[in-house]
């Protein structure tokens, strides 16, 4: 069975440009709870961290300056089928390529500025909520026990 959460961040294009308030709106309205959420600035070592993925990227470089260039909003998100439905909402990768209505067609600025990131498996999901949340900073709308911290 799909997972419950995914994990999202606000990119700093989109932060810069106020659309921060607009972004959240598209994500509620798609009938997500936001079981976390905070704004943070990260530094170079945090963002090859948590890009480490496509170190061997010709991008990786760029991406990683790009995403300590300002201060961004990191969110844990819960709704049944979670990964695969904000996948849909936020649009492909390449702006140009997302569907008119999804949130990177209407805020992205490139492929590199697109907005948004969203997790790609549920495995994804768990490890980079862990990477920035606490069990304590997390509030789960379906509980699922007395511990929200270690639902997943
Ligand atoms: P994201 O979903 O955060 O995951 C990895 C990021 O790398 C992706 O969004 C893009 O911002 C960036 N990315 C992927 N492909 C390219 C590319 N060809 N050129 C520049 N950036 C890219």
Redesign the pocket.
Known sequence: MAGRITFTIIKPGAVQNEHIGPILGKIAEAGFHIAGMKMVQLSRNEAQNF?CI?EDKP?FG??VEFMVSGPIVVALLEKDNAVEDFRKLIGS?DPKKAEPGTIRHMFAQS??A?AV??SDSDENAIKESEYFFAGYEKFYKDKGGCLQGSMQ
């Open positions: 890009y496509h991008f760029e991406l990768t492929i590199q697109n990131h969203g």
